[in-house]
């Protein structure tokens, strides 16, 4: 947990250096599908939509979570280094499993892109396959 030098306590923010990046894959995992009724739930991680589509191709999967912005997540979390790790290996399981058979290949924007290779320079890569 990153320390605030002057106050002592734990920050569990992110830092600026890189929250432009962190908000582009956080953006990009938010599906922006609405709750609904449905039949069966299965957890599953935001892009794992792939992984679903891929086995059960004949189901209409819909991914939905509970709305929370960046901050409070990280906050909820307690760790903002884990959030960033996540966000970068999901980013990256992304290519990798449809690479692999296991999911269907999903669109990934330049920007989206960009901002992974840089958090992923900057040492946030502990969760990366």
């Given at each position: 947990m990153l320390m605030d030098r002057q106050a002592a306590v734990p920050t569990r923010?992110?830092?600026?250096?890189?929250?432009?990046?962190?908000?582009?894959l956080w953006r990009y995992h938010d599906m922006r599908?609405?709750?609904?009724?449905?039949?069966v739930g299965i957890g599953?991680?935001?892009?794992?939509?792939?992984?679903?589509?891929?086995?059960?191709?004949e189901v209409d999967v819909v991914c939905a979570s509970n709305p929370l912005d960046l901050d409070d997540y990280v906050s909820s979390i307690g760790d903002p280094r884990r959030v960033v790790?996540?966000?970068?290996?999901d980013t990256q399981r992304i290519e990798v499993y449809a690479e692999r058979g296991f999911a269907v290949?999903?669109?990934?924007?330049?920007?989206?892109?960009t901002a992974f290779e840089r958090l992923v320079a900057a040492g946030y890569a502990s969760r990366l396959i």
């Open positions: 923010a992110l830092p600026d250096e890189i929250r432009a990046d962190v908000e582009t599908h609405e709750l609904r009724p449905c039949d599953l991680g935001s892009h794992d939509l792939g992984v679903a589509v891929m086995m059960w191709p790790d996540m966000l970068v290996g290949p999903q669109e990934m924007p330049d920007e989206v892109r």
